[in-house]
């Protein structure tokens, strides 16, 4: 079982930049794709932005050019640089990623974060 550790949310102001952090910790699997997902209050679950082990990425549409995704192999951990931010950024932001035997398992797993809440405001 893979658990993931998140941190680095937080109050910032509009315009101001923040990173968060994703450990995956207590496993022996390997981690294939890390991403991102927010929830806002009574709204759905969305997608921020996903990257493979490889390091292919894929973001929302409308978060192109501010947030930038990362990832340390070695550390089993992804970022997510947030820079421009906006009022309408403010959610919960939830750590996702797959894990398998191998980097070709066909069994994989996904597990989710608790979340970290970031909260844009003057």
């Known amino acids: 079982q893979v658990q993931l550790v998140e941190s680095g949310g937080g109050l910032v102001q509009p315009g101001g930049s923040l990173t968060l952090s994703c450990a995956a910790t207590?496993?022996?699997?390997?981690?294939?794709?890390m991403g991102w997902y927010r929830q806002a209050p009574g709204k759905q679950r969305e997608l921020v932005a996903t990257i493979t082990r490889g390091g292919n990425t894929n973001y929302a549409d409308s978060l192109k050019g501010r947030f930038t995704i990362s990832r340390d192999n070695a550390k089993n951990t992804v970022y997510l640089q947030m820079n421009s931010l906006e009022p309408e950024d403010t959610a919960v932001y939830l750590c996702t990623a797959s894990y398998g035997s191998s980097v070709t398992a066909k069994t994989r797993s996904t597990s989710w974060g608790q979340g970290t809440q970031v909260t844009v405001s003057s």
């Open positions: 207590g496993s022996s699997f390997v981690i294939l794709t």
